[in-house]
């Protein structure tokens, strides 16, 4: 730890200049997704595992976001076969709320700025050795009594004032850890399982995930968990010094001590 | 250890480089959708380009078994013939009155053979049965049983010509939609007469719907009136999708 404490104190470096302007990218590019992403949800906000989900078929969450929900605007079934546990046809008779013109095609170009951004923010962040120095947890940050003091240090809003740049604390490393490695990658891939395309070319895509509907839904989660990692997020900025800490992610200040 | 990491560097910006002169390449040889200048349109074009350099051209969409049929909504027209939808028909309900036994399907343009094809005629071609997911636009799917002619069979018949790009339908419902080759070609590209064993009911797009497996559920269109080989790309005009606001290209 002192070690660490050492480090801290004479790394007079702020965030580089990459970080800073891939950081501002990946946000305007995941504020539009998740917008547009509700927009698209509000479609058909339900969700389902498997292959198949419709408004005909059980679903795994409703969601109440838009005149859509629930609104039983469907004319009478009629079976495709003869037994009891046929499958079966209704027609819609409800006038949907739907602004997936736009909001897909927003989603998907948005999509391609946030994926080409996150390339070269992974290729630079191994090669500039951001990664290894910054992100990935230390050997001494693996023990879980660390991990432990760090979390009850949180629980109990105890935020140090942090000097500004990459010198981040053991639960901020294991969150951006799994916010850059996992996360934001599986959103990606459940994205791309989506597409008829690729589900084509790629079977085992949708399939590694349990289906189109499953991917859809690890999707939604994604979502969530980054909103939740975005609140966070933000209020740790708020506890620690929001203002130094916008101008050293901004024009890049460094430690003066 | 630099040496090695300079090296590895040079090749991934090699790689990307090449990777992306493909992309370009590609756009430039075949004829991509038109974008008005409106940014979400460049960003289907682009999305279009890619999947079309990047992924295999006649990769098949996965296949089911009898056992996976689910239940289906019928959404948008759900009936060309009801006078109280706005875009009815009256021919659609003179054929729907006769059991489809006066429906005839033209096939126009690039063809050394313009023609009309009845239910018959198509049902005389080798027919493909398919179990395959619908995808639509909105987050639903369902799994539904086509049978029907594959397309390409039929512009074989007519005798494409070779300038042939790109294939537009016509349906009664109004709509005009076109595909590329690629999907136009595709063995599963098929002009569907029948679903789930039966003859194909007319909230799914009787008596003749298009499926179009690698690309959303509204690329396969209902009710056919006519087809059309073209050249340049049709983009149907205001029945068209991108008028409407929506992508021409749907195989995300």
């Known amino acids: 730890m002192a070690e660490l404490q050492s480090a801290v104190q004479t790394d007079k470096t702020g965030h580089a200049r990459w970080v800073r302007i891939s950081h501002w990218i990946v946000t305007l590019s995941f504020l539009t997704l998740a917008f547009t992403g509700i927009v698209i949800l509000m479609a058909h906000p339900r969700l389902y595992w498997g292959e198949v989900g419709n408004d005909l078929t059980p679903a795994l969450l409703e969601l109440p976001i838009s005149r859509n929900h629930r609104h039983g605007g469907w004319d009478k079934t009629v079976a495709f076969f003869e037994n009891a546990a046929s499958p079966v046809s209704a027609n819609r008779t409800y006038d949907i709320f739907n602004k997936n013109g736009w909001g897909r095609s927003l989603h998907f170009l948005v999509a391609w700025l946030l994926v080409l951004t996150g390339g070269i923010y992974l290729l630079a962040g191994l090669f500039t050795g951001h990664f290894r120095r910054h992100i990935v947890p230390r050997r001494t940050e693996l023990s879980p009594k660390v991990l432990l003091g760090d979390m009850l240090d949180h629980a109990r809003l105890r935020i140090r004032t942090a000097t500004v740049g990459p010198h981040y604390g053991v639960l901020q490393k294991y969150t951006y850890f799994a916010v850059v490695f996992l996360v934001l990658p599986l959103a990606v891939v459940t994205g791309l399982a989506m597409s008829p395309a690729i589900a084509a070319a790629i079977p085992l895509l949708p399939g590694i995930l349990g289906g189109f509907q499953s991917a859809r839904t690890i999707h939604f989660v994604t979502f969530v968990l980054l909103m939740l990692f975005l609140l966070v997020h933000v209020l740790m900025i708020i506890k620690s010094g929001f203002k130094r800490q916008m101008r050293a992610m901004t024009i890049g200040d460094k430690n003066e001590d | ?252």
């Open chain 2, 1 to 252: 250890m630099k040496t090695n990491n300079l090296i590895t560097r040079r090749n991934i910006l090699i790689a990307g480089v090449t990777s992306f002169g493909g992309l370009l390449l590609s756009g430039c040889s075949r004829k991509l959708p038109p974008t008005y200048g409106n940014i979400l349109r460049m960003g289907d074009t682009l999305t279009y380009a890619a999947h079309h350099a990047l992924l295999p051209d006649q990769a098949l969409a996965r296949e089911y078994s009898q056992k996976d049929i689910s239940s289906f909504p019928a959404i948008g027209t759900t009936d060309p013939g009801d006078p109280n939808n706005p875009k009815s028909s009256e021919i659609y309900r003179h054929l729907q009155r006769g059991g489809f036994a006066d429906w005839r399907i033209s096939i126009a343009g690039l063809v050394a053979q313009p023609g009309l094809y009845s239910l018959a005629d198509l049902k005389r071609f080798p027919s493909r049965t398919q179990i395959t997911r619908h995808t639509c636009e909105e987050g639903w799917s369902a799994i539904g049983e086509w049978t029907g002619v594959p397309l390409s069979r039929v512009l074989d018949a007519a005798g494409m010509l070779p300038t042939a790009r790109f294939v537009t339908f016509y349906s009664y419902d109004d709509w005009a939609d076109s595909i590329d080759m690629l999907d136009a070609l595709h063995p599963q590209t098929i002009l569907a007469y029948g679903m789930n064993g039966r003859d194909l009911s007319i909230p799914h797009g009787a008596p003749v719907r298009l499926r179009v497996e690698r690309q959303m559920g509204y690329k396969s269109m209902k009710y056919l009136e006519r087809i059309v080989v073209t050249e340049e790309l049709d983009d149907g005009g205001e029945k068209g999708n991108i008028q409407n606001g929506w992508s021409w290209y749907a195989g995300i």
